[in-house]
Nanobody
Framework: QVQLVESGGGLVQAGGSLRLSCAAS????????MGWFRQAPGKEREFVAA????????YYADSVKGRFTISRDNAKNTIYLKMKRLQPEDTAVFYC??????????????????????WGQGTQVTVSS
């Protein structure tokens, strides 16, 4: 069973940048869709970004498009989320997740957390104003 461990969260001022990492252990994750989700206090867990197994396609929530970049390094079994121009509304626990497939059929499928069956424990990102 694969395990996902996020890191890189922290406290940053508005306008700043962070890079989150998610390392997979237990087996390779090369053949799977990987995604980032986030959950703010009192809110539902929401989709942030996803990448298919070949890194040919990436998907972003409108709220982060142009500011966040998802990437994967299959040799290191790690995915990344580079975040810039962070705002207080980005404050949340960020989770990485794996879907048991090379790709999904549509943006809505990538954004649906029910398609992901392995989750990390999360890393806190706090953006101060």
């Amino acid at each position: 069973q694969v395990q996902l461990v996020e890191s890189g969260g922290g406290l940053v001022q508005a306008g700043g940048s962070l890079r989150l990492s998610c390392a997979a252990s237990g087996r390779t994750f090369n053949n799977y869709v990987m995604g980032w989700f986030r959950q703010a206090p009192g809110k539902e867990r929401e989709f942030v970004a996803a990448v298919n197994s070949g890194s040919l396609n990436t998907y972003y929530a409108d709220s982060v498009k142009g500011r966040f970049t998802i990437s994967r390094d299959n040799a290191k079994n790690t995915i990344y989320l580079k975040m810039k121009r962070l705002q207080p509304e980005d404050t949340a626990v960020f989770y990485c997740a794996e879907a048991p497939t090379r790709s999904l059929i549509s943006y809505n499928a990538y954004a649906d957390r029910q398609n992901y069956n392995v989750w990390g424990q999360g890393t806190q990102v706090t953006v101060s104003s």
